[in-house]
């Protein structure tokens, strides 16, 4: 089991900035391939940023320029940097492993955080 725990949401202004957080816990020695997805009422949820231990960063084309993520050097955390935010980015923000790197091996993962709040007004 692995465990995620989302911080860092809240309510700002069109224009502003907000950084959310992700630790991930539960597998002893794990460095984490993660990633983030948001949600809206009554849309799918849908990918927003995904970062690998290699340090590789995928982003979707709607955030692209405006949002950054990283990671700790443990790879057991990992942040979204957002800035330039807009209404359209209102949403539950949920941090996501697939993936738990180890001693040379790779185990495939499924789990998620409880998600976190972002509300952009305009």
């Known amino acids: 089991q692995v465990q995620l725990v989302e911080s860092g949401g809240g309510s700002v202004q069109a224009g502003g900035s907000l950084r959310l957080s992700c630790a991930a816990s539960?597998?002893?020695?794990?460095?984490?391939?993660m990633s983030w997805y948001r949600q809206v009422p009554g849309k799918e949820r849908e990918f927003v940023s995904g970062?690998?231990?290699?340090?590789?960063?995928r982003y979707a084309d709607s955030v692209k320029g405006r949002f950054t993520i990283s990671q700790d050097n443990a790879k057991t955390t990992v942040y979204l940097q957002m800035a330039g935010l807009k209404a359209e980015d209102t949403a539950v923000y949920y941090c996501k492993t697939d993936r738990c790197r180890r001693f040379g091996r790779k185990y495939d993962l499924n789990f998620w955080g409880q998600g976190t709040q972002v509300t952009v007004s305009s």
């Open positions: 539960g597998m002893s020695y794990c460095r984490y391939d």
């Open positions: 970062i690998a231990i290699d340090g590789g960063t």
